[in-house]
């Protein structure tokens, strides 16, 4: 007959040793497009395609899900550096339509395209350091994916 040992052991988080990540410095990495853990391999292999994992520490970049925040913080960021300067220009200078026209919409679309793919890296970023979808290596396993 066997006899069972009757302390259990339970396993939290707290009792695993896990590494420490850097909010600030991986969503900075990201915005460089680079890598959030090593801050050398390339984020993505297009314009907005992530990689699937880092050319120098083979960090997984498929479980990120960024989805629309970066398109939605890229148009907080552009609305309120954009929007404030052409209310100022028209209350001070009145330029005519037409020069207003073309100069604020390219001004407007060159800079969300600029902003696009950094803003996506540093939500990537953002997500390895808190340990968002799939980033934790700890993860428990009944949790159902996403």
């Known amino acids: 007959m066997e006899t ?3 302390a259990t052991t339970v396993w939290t988080r707290d009792a695993v040793q896990i590494e420490k990540r850097d909010v600030w ?7 460089r ?3 959030p853990r090593c801050g050398e391999g390339k984020l ?6 992530t990689a699937s994992n880092c050319s120098k520490c083979g960090l997984d970049f498929t ?5 629309d925040l970066p398109a939605y913080l890229v ?5 309120h550096i954009v929007v404030p300067a ?4 028209e209350t001070n200078y009145s330029p005519a339509v037409w020069l207003q026209l073309a100069t604020y919409l390219p001004l407007t679309f060159v800079s969300s395209l600029a902003l696009l793919q950094p803003v996506k890296g540093a939500v990537v970023g953002l997500q390895w350091a808190l340990r968002m979808h799939g980033f934790d290596e700890n993860a ?6 996403v």
């Open 4 to 6: 069972m040992n009757a």
């Open 25 to 31: 410095a991986a969503m900075r990495r990201g915005f």
């Open 33 to 35: 497009c680079r890598c």
């Open 44 to 49: 993505f292999r297009a314009f907005l395609k």
């Open 63 to 67: 479980p990120h899900r960024a989805d």
């Open 75 to 79: 148009i907080v960021i552009v609305g």
């Open 86 to 89: 052409v209310l100022w220009i």
């Open 140 to 145: 428990p396993s009944d949790i159902p994916p």
